[in-house]
């Protein structure tokens, strides 16, 4: 339903009010241009577009969700000669299902458990700490009223490790990583990517992007979640259920605590 789909994009537009991009930065691309080829400042000029996926596609249609999306165009980014755009070399390094597993097996141990959460709007809550500076243009239901009628074609700087950026995974990857193991102590785990062990409360932590899968002893997972949700907006914390698109069902199981997947 196309009413639906604008709807579920007009709810991504919320981007603007974490300060993803800044409007007060607003000037005519050519003039960004003109200014960075003058003084030898390279510059990234690129655009945004808004996209929409359905979340849950394998399940049931009234179990699926629309999900809007503001991205950055990667692929047709340039500099101020009009030269393809060459970003840092950084690689996000998103957990294997081995990792997962060994997190949620350790979550089955007795006296343990295995709680989850996703972080909202992962990306965005890390800066976009990019080389050089980048310039956006936004799509027309994104110009601000006062926009329209005086500029040809606006662009702002984007601030904000945006999807669709090719440095946005490794800029967020690294900033929970900063919170982890600042905060919580936390050593990263060989072999085992983007997992995290917190000796003083015995707890293991795995990412995968935005879902975060926390397994240990039972009492020690309040009190990790309640000051990680000071740091990082996150949204409710629950058993785990879905996982790396993986349904998984706690049961007994020959006598023994199980899970199916």
């Not at 604008?6 to 003109?34: F, M, N, P, Q």
């Not at 996982?243 to 605590?257: M, S, T, V, Y």
């Amino acid at each position: 339903d196309s009413a639906d789909t604008l709807k579920a994009v007009r709810k991504e537009a919320g981007l603007e009010s974490k300060g993803t991009w800044d409007t007060t930065t607003v000037r005519e691309a050519e003039a960004i241009k003109r200014e960075a080829q003058k003084s030898g400042l390279k510059v990234h000029l690129g655009s945004l577009m808004s996209i929409c996926s359905i979340k849950f596609a394998e399940l049931a249609r009234h179990l699926q969700i629309l999900k809007g999306r503001i991205v950055y165009r990667g692929d047709c980014a340039k500099d101020e000669w009009g030269h393809a755009a060459i970003y840092q070399e950084m690689a996000a390094s998103p957990t294997s299902t081995q990792a997962a597993n060994a997190n949620i097996a350790y979550g089955l141990v007795p006296g343990h458990k295995t709680t989850t959460a996703d972080a909202v709007k992962a990306y965005v809550q890390s800066y976009l700490n990019s080389e050089h500076p980048t310039w956006i243009s936004l799509p027309p239901e994104l110009w601000p009223a006062q926009w329209k009628g005086k500029f040809k074609r606006p662009m702002v700087r984007l601030i904000k490790s945006l999807y669709g950026h090719p440095e946005s995974g490794a800029h967020w990857e690294r900033h929970l990583e900063e919170i982890i193991v600042k905060e919580f102590k936390g050593v990263p785990v060989d072999g085992h990517p983007s997992s995290c062990w917190i000796e003083g409360s015995k707890l293991l932590l795995t990412v995968y992007v935005d879902d975060l899968l926390l397994s240990g002893p039972e009492g020690a997972h309040k009190s990790f979640w309640d000051k990680l949700e000071k740091l990082v907006d996150i949204e409710e914390v629950t058993p785990l259920e879905r996982f790396l698109g993986r349904h998984h069902e706690f049961a007994e199981i020959k006598g023994q605590r199980g899970v199916r997947f």
